[in-house]
């Protein structure tokens, strides 16, 4: 089956910095990525749309300047958390389709600021 | 938007009990998914059905797409079965759409 690479799994770091999350489709193609953030106890929030060699399309409430979202090519997303504040804390889910396929979903990226 | 509403929020089963989880959703799909998320936070994509039957061992879905619900169907329950259950949908006639996910179900299966 689809498989979607999320990198890294967990990450700590300090209020103030920046911290990048890769999303990686392994054996197809993405034309469309979508980035997830997920608090304790909570669904799926979804937080932006991407397409290959586009802006991203982000959901109301979701700061583009804060989270930064690159879609360069069909198999690579990233998510860049800038100037990262510990209630950004939270964890972090993509997930890339080809077409109207079913979403494939990575295993999340952790991410506490301290 | 669409509105995808799960029921009950949560479940507590002895091992080998059955289940039926329940998803509605207010406008019209075109995906509709089923997860299990595991205690590490995994997404498990159990099925892709926007309408019709499927099985795959113990588990079994249905969507009855004109009348906007699909249900879970989990049989002799295992305590590897516990986690949340999310049904996730995804508008018609907006192609490249993203899936909505529901509040989810969290299921406990106790031995």
């Known amino acids: 089956g689809a498989v979607v690479s999320q990198h890294p799994s967990w990450v700590i770091c300090k209020s103030g910095t920046s911290v990048k999350i890769e999303c990686r489709s392994l054996d197809f193609q993405a034309t469309t990525m979508f980035w997830y953030r997920q608090f304790p106890k909570q669904s799926l929030m979804l937080m932006a749309t991407s397409n290959e060699g586009s802006k991203a399309t982000y959901e109301q409430g979701v700061e583009k300047d804060k989270f930064l979202i690159n879609h360069a090519s069909l198999t690579l997303s990233t998510l860049t958390v800038t100037s990262a504040h510990p209630e950004d804390s939270s964890f972090y889910i993509c997930s890339g389709r080809a077409g109207d396929q079913p979403q494939h979903f990575g295993d999340g990226t952790r991410l506490s600021i301290l | 938007g669409i509105q995808v509403e799960q029921s009950p929020p949560d479940l507590i089963l002895q091992e080998g009990a059955n289940s039926t989880l329940r998803c509605n959703f207010s406008?019209?799909?075109?995906?509709l998914q089923w997860f299990h998320q595991n205690p590490w936070g995994q997404l498990i994509n159990l099925f892709y059905i926007p309408s019709g039957t499927k099985q795959n061992g113990r588990l079994s879905a249905t969507t009855v797409a004109t009348e906007r619900y699909s249900l879970l169907y989990i049989s002799s329950s295992q305590t590897t079965d516990s986690g949340v259950y999310f049904c996730a949908v995804a508008l018609a006639n907006q192609a490249g759409t993203a899936l909505i996910f529901g509040k989810g179900t969290t299921l406990s299966v106790s031995s």
């Open positions: 406008d019209s799909v075109n995906n």
